[in-house]
């Protein structure tokens, strides 16, 4: 089983450009989300989404974009690349809301420079 | 608001159990409680959960007191391997967001 997929694992970006983290799982999940983790800290949320074409803003949403047109994918954008963004990304998911937990990718770590 | 504590680091003895408290005072009837590890820049790895019953499985054993206000996590026998961060998380019945505290950095010690 493949699990939670992130694609790239490692990116270097330019300030201002743009780029899509994507995230795909095969296990019919409903639930999925995006983390960001910087050097030494925890992990925050970013987005999520409870099923296909909703999502909702996490703790630090700003300077990202989300979409859900599929069960499958939930891909995160960056559109103008920002120094503080320069983080290792996952993405997670579950099949419900309460009684059950979390798939982790292995992460994308990306740095802006 | 992550809405759980815990201590920000730990040492455990090899071969000894390390005991990780979390706390959860606002938790109500029906949210379960969570725990997860991170290894090094891993992902993050699901250890165990429990509603108001102590659970075990192949990794660990939870322990939930009766009020549901705190939760244990036992290694019952550490090894270096287990050097990681460990979170307690609640999922909420008010949001379906899913929140991450600081979490505990375990150092198993030869």
């Known amino acids: 089983n493949a699990g939670v997929t992130q694609t790239p694992k490692f990116r270097i970006l330019k300030i201002g450009q743009s780029m899509t983290l994507q995230c795909t799982q095969d296990m019919n999940h409903n639930y999925m989300y995006w983390y960001r983790q910087d050097p030494g800290m925890g992990l925050k949320l970013i987005y999520y989404s409870v099923g296909a074409g909703i999502t909702d803003k996490g703790e630090v949403p700003n300077g990202y974009n989300v979409s859900r047109s599929t069960t499958e994918d939930f891909p995160l954008r960056l559109e103008l690349a920002a120094p503080s963004q320069t983080s290792v990304y996952f993405c997670?998911?579950?099949?419900?809301?309460?009684?059950?937990?979390?798939?982790f990718g292995n992460g994308t770590r990306l740095t802006v420079t | 608001d992550a809405k759980t504590t815990q201590p920000t680091s730990m040492d455990c003895a090899e071969g000894r159990a390390a005991n990780l408290p979390c706390n959860h005072s606002t938790i109500s009837g029906n949210e379960y409680v969570y725990w997860y590890r991170q290894i090094h820049s891993q992902g993050p790895q699901y250890i165990i959960h429990g509603l108001k019953n102590n659970e075990t499985n192949e990794m660990a054993s939870l322990i939930i007191t009766e009020d549901r206000k705190s939760s244990t996590l036992i290694l019952p026998h550490a090894t270096l391997r287990d050097t990681a961060v460990y979170y307690c998380i609640v999922r909420w019945t008010s949001y379906d967001k899913v929140i991450f505290g600081p979490g505990t950095s375990l150092s198993v010690i030869p």
């Open positions: 997670a998911s579950s099949p419900s809301a309460y009684n059950s937990p979390l798939h």
